[in-house]
Structure formats: structure tokens, C-alpha cells
């Protein structure tokens, strides 16, 4: 019985000694250089790997089947359709036969189009889209198109639409900065705008026009 004990006891301190052994080596081994940090119970689930979406990757090399694009022919959910007219000469005519898919913005959706267009266009058309940016005014890109003027005034939403897209003379493309959705929101602010600017130089146009039939049958009485 005695010597059953101590042989047992024996085994504890065998079981214990290597036990606590075990722990300091994996302690010491772990502390042992900062540049080669311990090991890491499932990594891939500690540290994952975050992409930009549509950004190029190796993930198809290392067998991880990812689809890195839109399934082709498909279409977000809530996004408009493609816009699929060519950019040239041909397609730029025949956007003017494009509508604008968009309901009446409201005054929320207005001021949120006016955000985008202050981001985006403001810097080169101006605030008051008379050309007068601050890097047109500053000399930095030349032939800033002046959209108070009429032939932008009359121009087709369509044409505008095409034109924000694919880029018309010295502005780029639009494509990647705007949504679909907010090219056309950013259309509907613009020409709110042209009309509010058209009113204003009619106004001004009776005024001056009051006035100087008034100035002629004052003359015309004396």
C-alpha cells in the first residue's frame, strides 16, 4: 500500500515537472524574438484578408474560388440599366433621343444632387454654372464649357447623360465617380438650375424693358 503511494506520488511530480517544463519552453520560445512572434491558433480566422472589390488579386492562384466580377449579364439589384449606347460620333446623336429614367427629384434628393454637383462639376463650371471655377478661374484647364449659355441650356438631358459618361473635350469621364442614378440626379439639378437662371434673365430682360418704355412716353409726353 505504502509503496503504491509513493509510486504514485512519483508519477505526479514526473507528470507535473514535465508539464511545467513544457509551459516555460513555450513561454521562453514565444518571447524569444519580437520579429517572430509566437504561433497563431487559426489565422486565417484572426487575420483575414480584406480586398478592394473589383481590385486585382491572386486569390484564383492559391485555389480559393472567388468571383472577383459581376456574373456577367447580370444587373444590381435597385440599379438602372446599362447604358449602352457607343462613344462616338454616332452614339453621341443618338443620345439625344435618350429620357431622363428618373421621377421629379424631390427637395431631398435636390439637395443631395446639388452635393454631387458641387463635388464633382462646381471645381471647373462654377457654383452658378458660369465657367468660373476655381480651376478655371485659375488658369489650370482651359474651354470650360459655360452651361448659362443656350446650346447647353438646350441640350438634350440624353446628350448630357453621354457626355458626363464618356467625357466631351477636355472632362473626363464621369463613370466611375457617379452612379448611373446620380449622373441623371446630377442632370436633373443642372437644368433645375438653367431654368431658375433663364427666369432670373427674363425678369431682368421685362424690367429693363419696363423701364425704358416708361423713359420713351415720359420723353413722348414732354
Same mark, same amino acid.
Given at each position: 500500500?505504502?509503496?503504491?503511494?509513493?509510486?504514485?506520488m512519483? /508519477?505526479? /511530480?514526473?507528470?507535473?515537472?514535465?508539464?511545467? $517544463?513544457?509551459?516555460f519552453?513555450?513561454?521562453?520560445?514565444?518571447?524569444d524574438s519580437?520579429? !517572430?512572434?509566437? /504561433? $497563431?491558433?487559426?489565422?486565417?480566422?484572426?487575420?483575414?484578408?480584406?480586398?478592394?472589390?473589383?481590385? @486585382?488579386?491572386?486569390?484564383?492562384?492559391?485555389?480559393?474560388?472567388y468571383?472577383?466580377? @459581376?456574373?456577367e449579364?447580370?444587373?444590381?439589384?435597385g440599379?438602372?440599366?446599362?447604358y449602352?449606347?457607343?462613344?462616338?460620333?454616332?452614339?453621341? /446623336?443618338?443620345?439625344?433621343d435618350? !429620357?431622363?429614367?428618373? @421621377?421629379?427629384?424631390? &427637395?431631398?434628393?435636390?439637395a443631395?444632387?446639388?452635393?454631387?454637383?458641387?463635388?464633382?462639376?462646381?471645381?471647373c463650371?462654377?457654383?452658378?454654372?458660369d465657367?468660373q471655377?476655381?480651376?478655371?478661374?485659375?488658369?489650370?484647364?482651359g474651354g470650360?464649357?459655360?452651361?448659362?449659355?443656350?446650346?447647353?441650356v !438646350?441640350?438634350?438631358?440624353? $446628350?448630357?447623360?453621354?457626355?458626363?459618361?464618356?467625357?466631351?473635350?477636355?472632362?473626363? &469621364?464621369?463613370? &466611375?465617380q457617379?452612379?448611373? !442614378?446620380?449622373r441623371?440626379?446630377?442632370?436633373?439639378y443642372?437644368? &433645375?438650375?438653367?431654368?431658375?437662371?433663364?427666369?432670373?434673365?427674363?425678369? $431682368?430682360?421685362?424690367?429693363d424693358?419696363?423701364?425704358a418704355?416708361?423713359?420713351?412716353s415720359?420723353m413722348?409726353?414732354?
Amino acid at each position: 500500500m505504502v509503496g503504491n503511494y509513493f509510486w504514485n506520488m512519483k /508519477k505526479i /511530480k514526473i507528470l507535473f515537472t514535465l508539464i511545467l $517544463t513544457a509551459s516555460f519552453v513555450t513561454v521562453f520560445q514565444s518571447c524569444d524574438s519580437k520579429r !517572430e512572434p509566437g /504561433k $497563431t491558433y487559426m489565422p486565417d480566422m484572426a487575420y483575414s484578408r480584406a480586398y478592394q472589390a473589383y481590385a @486585382p488579386n491572386d486569390l484564383q492562384t492559391e485555389g480559393i474560388n472567388y468571383v472577383q466580377y @459581376p456574373v456577367e449579364g447580370t444587373i444590381r439589384r435597385g440599379d438602372l440599366l446599362p447604358y449602352t449606347l457607343p462613344n462616338d460620333s454616332a452614339g453621341y /446623336k443618338m443620345s439625344a433621343d435618350i !429620357e431622363d429614367p428618373l @421621377p421629379p427629384l424631390d &427637395s431631398t434628393q435636390m439637395a443631395e444632387a446639388q452635393r454631387l454637383f458641387n463635388i464633382n462639376c462646381a471645381i471647373c463650371h462654377g457654383p452658378k454654372l458660369d465657367a468660373q471655377g476655381p480651376l478655371a478661374t485659375g488658369g489650370k484647364i482651359g474651354g470650360i464649357a459655360n452651361l448659362t449659355l443656350r446650346q447647353y441650356v !438646350e441640350m438634350p438631358v440624353g $446628350t448630357m447623360f453621354h457626355s458626363i459618361t464618356y467625357g466631351k473635350n477636355n472632362m473626363g &469621364s464621369y463613370a &466611375s465617380q457617379l452612379t448611373r !442614378e446620380q449622373r441623371w440626379m446630377v442632370i436633373q439639378y443642372v437644368k &433645375s438650375q438653367q431654368l431658375q437662371l433663364g427666369a432670373a434673365v427674363d425678369s $431682368t430682360k421685362s424690367a429693363d424693358s419696363g423701364s425704358a418704355m416708361t423713359k420713351d412716353s415720359s420723353m413722348a409726353k414732354k
